[in-house]
């Protein structure tokens, strides 16, 4: 589950690239709002798909979106890649975090693509020392800065032997 956290709100959620899902529109006072339906998914069921492979128009293409709040995959060898954007309506900045809700998958790669700027990567997962974690929290959080009128286009790569 992937969650966002603003200041002191905590909110539900599971660049130039874009995703086909409509944004999910971030505002200052965000109260909670579930990520699961805004998502859309992609099964790669050997795990070799880089990012780079993820941009391309045949891949891109075959992601679906999800159709519950709490997405679900069991246990699985598989890699899933999740695919979201966020729209900053406001002209000003916005400091966010990203949290996924769930602290027992073991490799996440976390992908932020701005419109303005380079891209930003996190590498998280229960395999890392817990002191490695850029933010000490019992689940998995990054940050994010929305620039003003922004929509931040966010891919996560999840891999790991428990339930999904």
């Known amino acids: 589950m992937l969650r966002i956290l603003g200041f002191s709100v905590l909110l539900l959620m599971i ?17 909670e709002q579930s990520l699961g339906l805004h998502l859309e998914f992609l099964e790669d069921t050997d795990g070799t798909l880089s990012v780079e492979d993820i941009h391309t128009p045949e891949v891109m293409g075959r992601f679906t979106p999800v159709h519950d709040e709490t997405p679900n995959y069991g246990f699985t060898q598989s890699v899933y890649w999740f695919s979201f954007s ?4 406001e002209t000003r900045s916005l400091q966010q ?20 700027s380079e891209q930003t990567h996190y590498h998280l997962g229960d395999k890392l020392a ?6 000490e929290h019992r ?13 931040l286009s966010v891919l996560v790569r999840v891999r790991t032997s428990s339930s999904m």
């Open 15 to 31: 660049g130039s690239v874009s995703f086909a899902a409509e944004p999910v529109i971030v505002k200052d006072a965000f109260g």
């Open 86 to 89: 966020l729209q900053n309506p």
């Open 97 to 116: 975090f990203l949290e996924i809700g769930y602290p027992h998958l073991d490799d996440i790669d976390i992908y932020l693509f701005p419109q303005v």
């Open 130 to 135: 817990f002191s490695k974690r850029l933010i």
């Open 139 to 151: 689940n998995f959080v990054v940050p994010i800065t929305l620039q003003g009128s922004e929509i």
